[in-house]
């Protein structure tokens, strides 16, 4: 074996990850709200980019006469950026085309200012309004206390008695069962706080929850009412109503992260078994190369540094304008492909939706794998069937006669099947097996567990009724 160090020249192949390239990969992987943030970003950041309306051109304007200051390489830049800032934010009340949906969508109210509201109209004292807002602070945004009361009475030095007073005034907050430290607890608020509930039906839920919340849980009817001496009707009636509380009843108020709103990237109408694509565009602006800042830069091609900062920002914006442009592309393409695919999905439903991968799509398009996981991921599309994400059209297959059926579509039948079932006789996995298999459909009990756990629908012991 020859060891040493020698110079050899080697040719090799190997993927360059520019900046453009990797701005395309992202710009694809964005949803729509996501994409409309970046747009934001970029029209502040680059003066040469602008909004185009309806009626603008891309071509240069007719000459116009433009200041030009005395020390350009100081000057330039910074007018460039403020009065595209400026242009950015500003905003004409009385123009339609500015309608956006941000001037109509009020401040969020979250749990803790809805609570910290209710406590300021209390009787309590200014030491008790400290311990109150301390617990208010504890409330997860479940609406579960998190806090042990030993905990807050160390922190303010008072008995722990003084502090379970508070935590009853916020307990008698809404939304009801706010301040609870535990399942059961957040249930008897809720019952004791009900105006249509005498005491006695108090007394008895109470006794029901304490006793029982593990085989209300499991549907254990029969178990709870033997031990309670009642009749298996009156179990279920109490339990129905039981469901009909809110275990999470902080889940109703915004967390203050924001709501998240789904926008359709593509439109699919139906008729007479025509299919007609819509690309929504309405959702992101249109972008162009703003002829202001084109004419300047030319005006300025004597100072080198001046020059090079208007061409920089000239070629990212094209980039950048080519990107999403090829984000459209690239997503309608797919779309178009998976509909070709799933025909039989729109016009006849669930129960024939095809097995389909990400390779079905990629090869006839000639393009990779990854492009058309980027395109279909957080990308959605509204149809005469509904509101879609375009990965809901991928799904593996079983085995059906001679053919293969989706996955989705075996969770389609199971569901089917347990709508139209028996409530007090469910049926078991094993049933719901034998039934697929008379249609055909290999499949195993554990395979339909599966599926119908995802589907959350619980196991038939839990849908029996009495």
């Given at each position: ?29 964005y ?24 009626g ?5 304007p ?36 500015d ?49 042990q ?47 249509n509930?005498?005491e ?69 109408e ?11 565009d ?9 002829s202001y ?174």
């Open positions: 074996m020859k060891l040493g160090y020698e110079q050899i020249l080697q040719q090799t192949q190997k993927l360059a990850m520019t900046p453009e390239l990797i701005q395309a990969i992202q710009i694809l992987q949803n729509s709200l996501e994409l409309s943030e970046r747009i934001e970003e970029e029209l502040l950041e680059n003066p040469m980019l602008e909004v185009s309306t309806q603008d051109e891309y071509d240069d007719e000459p116009v006469e433009i200041p030009i200051y005395e020390e350009l390489s100081n000057k330039i830049i910074k007018d460039a950026y403020y009065e595209k800032s400026f242009r950015a934010w500003e905003n004409d009340p009385d123009s339609d085309s309608f956006t949906y941000e001037k109509y969508i009020s401040e969020e109210t979250t749990l803790y200012d809805y609570l910290i509201e209710q406590l300021t109209f209390t009787d309590l004292g200014e030491d008790d309004v400290r311990i109150g807002e301390y617990i208010i602070n504890e409330i997860d945004e479940g609406g579960y206390l998190r806090a009361t030993e905990e807050i009475a160390q922190v303010f030095g008072v008995q722990a008695s003084k502090v379970e007073e508070v935590i009853k005034v916020v307990q008698s907050f809404e939304p009801r069962g706010i301040g609870a430290r535990d399942l059961k607890e957040c249930l008897l608020i809720q019952i004791n706080l009900d105006e509930l005498g006695d039906l108090k007394e008895e839920f109470t006794q029901l929850i304490n006793e029982h919340v593990e085989d209300l849980a499991r549907n254990r009817i029969a178990v709870i009412s033997k031990q309670m001496g009642k009749s298996p009707e009156r179990i279920q009636e109490m339990l129905d109503y039981i469901k009909t509380l809110d275990p999470k009843p902080g889940n109703k108020f915004s967390s203050g992260s924001g709501i998240k709103y789904v926008v359709p990237d593509l439109t699919l139906i008729e007479e078994g025509e299919f007609h694509l819509v690309l929504n309405d959702s992101t602006p249109r972008l162009m190369i703003s800042y084109k004419y300047l830069s030319k005006e300025v091609e004597d100072d080198d540094r001046v020059a090079k900062y208007f061409s920089d920002r000239l070629s990212s914006a094209m980039w950048f304008i080519k990107n999403i442009e090829q984000r459209k592309k690239t997503i309608y393409s797919v779309a178009e492909e998976i509909i070709k695919e799933q025909r039989d999905f729109f016009l006849f439903g669930d129960k024939y939706m095809k097995p389909l991968t990400l390779r079905e799509i990629a090869e006839p398009l000639e393009i990779h794998e990854s492009t058309v996981s980027r395109a279909v991921n957080g990308k959605y599309i509204l149809t005469p069937r509904g509101l879609f994400e375009l990965k809901y059209f991928f799904s593996s297959g079983l085995g059906y006669g001679r053919e293969e059926i989706s996955s989705n579509s075996i969770k389609s039948f199971i569901a089917d099947f347990i709508e139209k079932e028996n409530p007090k006789k469910p049926l078991s996995d094993q049933k719901i097996m034998d039934m697929l298999q008379d249609k055909g459909i290999d499949i195993k009990r554990r395979t339909i567990a599966k599926y119908r756990e995802a589907m959350g629908i619980p196991s038939s012991s839990k849908r029996r009724r009495f």
